[in-house]
């Protein structure tokens, strides 16, 4: 049996996507407005949203044409996150239209709720969220005993509509609006975090304990690798800005950037952004195509993908000088942006660990 190579190129069409969905947040996001909205009560942009999710109906590229999606892939995903992370875009993207859509697909042939439930995400009227800590990827999911206790650090839970809730009797669907939310400070702004208290609430059994927890470690599983796309994003702008302000930034009637030892650092990190590139697509590609490769190509991606992103988020801040140090350049979103993702849906530790189960190797130390 012949194995089919991964496709790691972009096809017209997924261009094309990046083209407009770079236009439209070049037109509605900038460095002021981002840092006024993160020191805000809503750190969330709801036009913004309602442009990407609803005008442009990218909440529903997962979901397929059936149940109101786009049925499209998650190599489109993968496109649009790299161009969030790109602009650093204050939308709830990777956790409702990637991480819980992805949750519910899994559940298989759907019942009549998780239909409707599906059908307002894809519309992008709603969104979801999967209260698990933000930290856990696939590996690292427990179930809780029932609807109770309080689950820390939920991504964009405070904004939410609807919390997707893994627990021993079952997948269950609560209104997010009847838990009570604690918006904490996360480091990065651009990516809320709160604590969610369920006691009390009630909720709609979507399925059963073992249905709903393959569910869920597939929602997370999908996260993380297109969490990559997003990590690229951010080191290519870094790494874009940092090549042209060394190009422009003279010192000693000479532009910064012709100095050997910096020329050698960009140089580095242009490598390792090709290479996160390649890990990033081959995750993406693994995903659409239901690879049996993909839990390997996904553990790949975040393992490598997470430390670039930091690299050249560290970089852009130190090779601009002092500049890079101030509140109103945008590199330190871009860095807390990295850092934040790096201890995301796994951490880079628990993923290397992946690869060394899945091929057969000693964990690594």
Same mark, same amino acid.
């Given at each position: 049996?012949?194995?089919?190579?991964?496709?790691?190129?972009?096809?017209?069409?997924?261009?094309?996507?990046?083209?407009?969905?770079?236009?439209?947040?070049?037109?509605?996001?900038?460095?002021?407005?981002?840092?006024?909205?993160?020191?805000?009560?809503?750190?969330?942009?709801?036009?913004?949203?309602?442009?990407?999710?609803?005008?442009?109906?990218?909440?529903?590229?997962?979901?397929?044409?059936?149940?109101?999606?786009?049925?499209?892939?998650?190599?489109?995903?993968?496109?649009?996150?790299?161009?969030?992370?790109?602009?650093?875009?204050?939308?709830?993207?990777?956790?409702?239209?990637?991480?819980?859509?992805?949750?519910?697909?899994?559940?298989?042939?759907?019942?009549?709720?998780?239909?409707?439930?599906?059908?307002?995400?894809?519309?992008?009227?709603?969104?979801?969220?999967?209260?698990?800590?933000?930290?856990?990827?696939?590996?690292?999911?427990?179930?809780?005993?029932?609807?109770?206790?309080?689950?820390?650090?939920?991504?964009?839970?405070?904004?939410?509509?609807?919390?997707?809730?893994?627990?021993?009797?079952?997948?269950?669907?609560?209104?997010?609006?009847?838990?009570?939310?604690?918006?904490?400070?996360?480091?990065?702004?651009?990516?809320?975090?709160?604590?969610?208290?369920?006691?009390?609430?009630?909720?709609?059994?979507?399925?059963?304990?073992?249905?709903?927890? #393959? +569910? &869920? %470690?597939?929602?997370?599983? @999908?996260? /993380?690798?297109?969490?990559?796309?997003?990590? *690229?994003? =951010? !080191?290519?702008?870094?790494?874009?800005?940092?090549?042209?302000?060394?190009?422009?930034?003279?010192?000693?009637?000479?532009?910064?950037?012709?100095?050997?030892?910096?020329?050698?650092?960009?140089?580095?990190?242009?490598?390792?952004?090709?290479?996160?590139? #390649? +890990? &990033? %697509?081959?995750?993406?590609? @693994?995903? /659409?195509?239901?690879?049996?490769?993909?839990? *390997?190509? =996904? !553990?790949?991606?975040?393992?490598?993908?997470?430390?670039?992103?930091?690299?050249?988020?560290?970089?852009?801040?130190?090779?601009?000088?002092?500049?890079?140090?101030?509140?109103?350049?945008?590199?330190?979103?871009?860095?807390?942006?990295?850092?934040?993702?790096?201890? &995301?849906?796994?951490?880079?530790?628990?993923?290397?660990?992946?690869?060394?189960?899945?091929?057969?190797?000693? !964990?690594?130390?």
């Amino acid at each position: 049996m012949t194995e089919t190579a991964p496709d790691l190129l972009y096809s017209e069409a997924e261009e094309d996507l990046r083209a407009a969905v770079r236009s439209l947040l070049a037109d509605r996001t900038d460095t002021p407005s981002a840092l006024a909205r993160a020191e805000s009560d809503t750190p969330y942009d709801p036009r913004l949203w309602q442009a990407l999710g609803v005008d442009m109906g990218l909440a529903g590229l997962l979901v397929p044409e059936k149940l109101g999606g786009q049925g499209a892939g998650h190599r489109e995903a993968a496109v649009v996150l790299e161009e969030i992370g790109r602009s650093v875009a204050p939308v709830p993207y990777l956790t409702s239209a990637v991480v819980a859509t992805e949750t519910l697909l899994a559940l298989g042939a759907p019942a009549p709720e998780v239909a409707a439930l599906l059908g307002e995400l894809a519309s992008g009227r709603r969104t979801a969220a999967l209260a698990v800590p933000f930290s856990y990827g696939p590996g690292s999911l427990r179930l809780r005993d029932g609807l109770d206790g309080t689950v820390r650090t939920v991504a964009d839970a405070a904004t939410a509509d609807v919390l997707l809730v893994p627990t021993a009797q079952g997948l269950y669907a609560v209104e997010a609006g009847e838990a009570a939310r604690t918006a904490l400070t996360p480091l990065d702004l651009t990516r809320p975090l709160a604590d969610v208290a369920l006691d009390g609430v009630r909720g709609t059994l979507l399925a059963d304990a073992d249905t709903g927890l #393959a +569910a &869920a %470690r597939r929602g997370l599983l @999908a996260g /993380a690798g297109l969490l990559a796309s997003e990590q *690229l994003g =951010v !080191a290519e702008w870094c790494l874009t800005e940092t090549v042209a302000y060394t190009r422009d930034r003279k010192q000693f009637n000479r532009p910064v950037g012709s100095f050997q030892a910096l020329k050698h650092r960009m140089a580095q990190v242009w490598l390792e952004v090709v290479s996160a590139r #390649a +890990a &990033a %697509r081959n995750a993406a590609d @693994a995903l /659409a195509t239901g690879s049996p490769d993909a839990p *390997l190509a =996904v !553990a790949v991606a975040q393992a490598y993908c997470s430390r670039v992103a930091v690299r050249a988020a560290e970089e852009c801040v130190q090779l601009h000088g002092g500049i890079g140090m101030t509140w109103e350049h945008p590199a330190h979103l871009y860095l807390k942006r990295a850092k934040s993702a790096q201890s &995301a849906l796994g951490s880079a530790g628990e993923h290397r660990a992946s690869v060394a189960e899945i091929v057969g190797l000693p !964990a690594p130390a």
